[in-house]
């Protein structure tokens, strides 16, 4: 038993509420004028909290991310950049076929499929296009060839 305050009327009242020693504070009803409030835990022990371990480990990747995109894109090899032209191509170009069938399905009567997925699928192959595109650029601007 542990003597604490009420935080409404400041009486002095015996706390005997009993918590788990993973919980920081305690619920303590008053006495006196029957307000509520939370007070320390007497039996909390930190160390049992495992959470604020995993928390400080994403801190500390998002602090150690290595570069922004751009400079990422700019440090990419030729190699890389001519992979990303070629299957951005092959990939938009299958992608585009596949849309152009999913746009008509879509429309067909007594269809399930509704006009959302061929229109998300749609910007996904014009996304793949894009990337393709500027890779292109990219490999066009290194070499002078514009
Ligand atoms: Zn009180």
Redesign the pocket.
């Known amino acids: 038993m542990n003597q604490v305050k ?1 935080t ?4 002095a ?1 015996f706390s005997s509420a009993v918590a788990a020693e993973s919980q920081a504070t305690v619920t303590v009803n ?1 006495q ?4 509520q409030f939370e007070t320390r835990n007497p039996n909390y022990s930190p160390h049992t909290t495992a959470p604020v371990n995993i928390y400080k480990t994403e801190i500390k990747y998002t602090y150690t991310e290595p570069a922004p995109p751009e400079s990422a894109w700019k440090a990419a090899s030729d190699l890389q950049h001519k992979i990303t032209k070629v299957l951005g191509y092959i990939m938009g170009g299958i992608g585009a076929l596949f849309a152009l069938v999913m746009w008509i399905v879509a429309f067909l009567p007594d269809t399930d499929m509704p006009v959302g997925v061929p229109v998300i699928f749609s910007l996904l192959v014009f996304g793949i296009f894009m990337l393709a595109r500027a890779s292109s650029r990219e490999l066009k601007r290194r070499h002078g060839k514009l």
């Open positions: 009420c409404n009327c400041g009486a009242i008053c006196y004028c029957g307000s």
